[in-house]
């Protein structure tokens, strides 16, 4: 099965294909591949935002329409295909920023209709959770049955949730206030490291110490698997308030960084700990942890997750860094899985600016809307 996926939700226009070698062996010894990524194209419009420290979704609903066709062709060039080669198309439909997802849907819906090809609508969330059921199983340690435990952190989404399968989701807890990696990006705008703030607080805690600044962990020790991170941002921001002389120096930046980290990596430790707990008394033994979306891409904070999940018993499961980030093929593999169900969607399908993975969780009151716009 060949799938092209298309991504539009946030500030990454995004075009891939993918093939299902439906669980055939790799013949190397080192497990079997699950998915195989034919073209995965993305382009961040970092470059149209970073002017304003954040996604202004005009400038990014307008930059999808100006760049989508030339990426799905780059995406069908480097794959060698043509449309007549694909088995279905499938077009992130929600949860983001509502014109972005207008252009990726009608687009996908347009490509469908004209091929008579079976859509999907796919949960941006949902491509995320599965992501890293695409990848070659080796890297990971093993091929990642459900139900799995499930970190979701990105700049617009900090949850928690147990994956029973394709479109079944329980969600444990998620954030209270700001999502993990937007506490990231508000630390960074803070210390003037630009945007996104992500790998740059990342770079610049490897030469800082954690040490320095006594900040806040948030709900540590707590019961329950919800998350808060606006103290830690104040602490932050009082910090750099406090520093004698004016302006931050580069050490200092890398202090502070060091210190949101190391806290940041606490609460996330605590937090799925309990989670761990709940998982386990639905599943006594095996299972694993598996951490996804753009903050999964720390390395500081994947070696964290590592030891959480080893004392639970639990493997850890990472998707690799460039699946991390927003991208394509986790929408065409999350359109792969539910293809192979059976799963498709009308052309009527709606996009929706709002989706919760677990319908049956009350609404998040922090997480859940993309960078920087709340509702
Ligand atoms: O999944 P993603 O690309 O987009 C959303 O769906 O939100 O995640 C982007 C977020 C940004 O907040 C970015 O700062 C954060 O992921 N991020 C990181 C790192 N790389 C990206 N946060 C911490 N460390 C990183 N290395
Ligand atoms: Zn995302």
């Not at 753009?294 to 590592?306: F, K």
């Amino acid at each position: 099965m060949i799938v092209l996926g298309i991504e539009t939700s946030c500030d990454e226009t995004a075009a891939a294909i993918v093939r299902d070698d439906g669980g055939r062996d790799d013949g190397n010894g080192r497990g079997v591949v699950r998915g195989v990524i034919l073209a995965d194209i993305v382009r961040s419009q970092l470059d149209e935002h970073r002017a304003y420290g954040g996604v202004v979704p005009e400038i990014a609903a307008r930059a999808h329409i100006s760049h989508l066709d030339g990426l799905i062709a780059m995406a069908m060039d480097t794959a060698g295909i043509g449309f007549g080669d694909l088995d279905g198309v499938a077009a992130t439909a929600g949860p983001g920023l509502i014109g972005g997802v207008m252009v990726g849907l009608t687009t996908g819906k347009a490509i469908a209709a004209f091929h008579g090809l079976p859509l999907v609508a796919v949960n941006h969330l949902e491509g995320h959770a599965l992501s890293v059921r695409l990848t070659n199983s080796a890297r990971l340690g093993g091929d990642v049955d459900f139900p799995y435990l499930l970190l979701l952190v990105s700049g617009g989404h900090c949850q928690l949730l147990i994956v029973e399968g394709v479109g079944r989701y329980e969600r444990l807890g998620a954030t209270m206030d700001d999502a993990v990696g937007e506490a990231f990006d508000k630390t960074a705008k803070l210390l003037g490291l630009g945007y996104p703030g992500g790998p740059a607080v990342e770079s610049a805690a490897a030469r800082g110490d954690a040490a320095r600044f006594n900040l806040p962990r948030p709900l540590k020790g707590r019961p329950g698997c919800d998350f808060s991170f606006s103290g830690l941002k104040t602490a932050v921001r009082h910090a750099v308030e406090a520093l004698p002389g004016d302006g931050v120096s580069a050490t200092d930046a890398a202090d502070l960084c060091a210190g949101f980290q190391a806290a940041v990596g606490d609460v996330l430790a605590d937090r799925v700990k309990n989670a761990i707990a709940l998982f386990r008394a639905r599943q006594p033994e095996g299972g694993a942890l598996v951490v996804a979306g753009g903050v999964a891409a720390n390395q500081a904070l994947r070696a964290r997750l590592a030891s959480v999940a080893a004392d639970g018993g639990l493997a850890l499961a990472l998707p690799p860094p460039a699946l991390c980030t927003d991208n394509a093929a986790m929408i065409a593999w999350a359109g792969i899985e539910r293809l192979r169900l059976g799963m498709t969607d009308g052309l009527d399908a709606s996009p929706r600016a709002r989706w919760p993975l677990d319908p049956n969780a009350p609404p998040v009151t922090g997480s859940g809307f993309k960078k920087g716009h709340k509702r």
